[in-house]
């Protein structure tokens, strides 16, 4: 397995020294002094909340970091709702409560941020999930946006294809003409590189949109 380079950050060093020695004894990790943060794959930041002078710093890690993938993992028991995004935006994946800060819990968000893996509370998940629903319903459905690389009528029309309906039948249903459905089929083809109807079918379930 490859090892996970890690900097731990933290305005009381103490607690940054206690956290470290929890994770040195694994060969999953190397530790990286602060110092050298830019260099690591995961940054652990600890803090009592997450502040706007924190959100600051995450933004300058994230902009200086030598690796374009750096994901950040925070150990903390305050953050505030309209941080979140913010913090995800820097690369943010998980949000660990202090009292959950055992050495195998850190080990696994570390080692997980790292692999793409996020941990969030579950308040924290919801309150995103509403946030990219209304994203959806507000501001990109009315410009025919989705949050995937398909727009809202080519959705429609992969979902009745997907129902096995051929061009003429999606034409009547949706109130377009044939020629324009072959359009909208044969622009999301080009754009997103997929071979045929079926393939775009088959990209559509990958992404959740039927």
Excluded: F
Aim: glycine share 6%; with cysteine.
């Amino acid at each position: 397995m490859d090892t996970v380079s890690v900097a731990v950050l933290s305005g009381d060093p103490i607690s940054g020294a206690g956290v470290a020695a929890m994770l040195r004894p694994s060969p999953r990790v190397s530790l990286l002094p602060a110092t050298r943060s830019a260099e690591a794959d995961v940054l652990l930041v600890l803090t009592d909340e997450v502040t706007e002078d924190t959100l600051v710093c995450l933004e300058r890690r994230a902009r200086e970091a030598a690796n374009p993938a750096l994901r950040m993992v925070i150990v903390g028991d305050v953050v505030r709702e309209q941080h979140l995004v913010r913090a995800v935006n820097y690369g943010v994946t998980s949000v660990i409560p202090r009292r959950d800060a055992a050495p195998e819990q850190l080990l696994r968000a570390v080692v997980g941020a790292a692999g793409g893996h996020a941990q969030l509370p579950g308040h924290g998940i919801a309150w995103l999930v509403e946030w990219v629903r209304a994203i959806q319903l507000d501001v990109l459905a009315p410009q025919g946006l989705t949050t995937t690389p398909l727009e809202v009528r080519e959705v429609a029309v992969i979902r009745l294809l997907a129902d096995g309906m051929e061009t003429a039948a999606i034409a009547e249903r949706l109130n377009y003409s044939e020629r324009t459905i072959k359009n909208i089929i044969h622009s999301a083809m080009s754009r997103l590189g997929l071979r045929n109807r079926a393939h775009a079918v088959a990209y559509a379930l990958r992404a959740g949109l039927i």
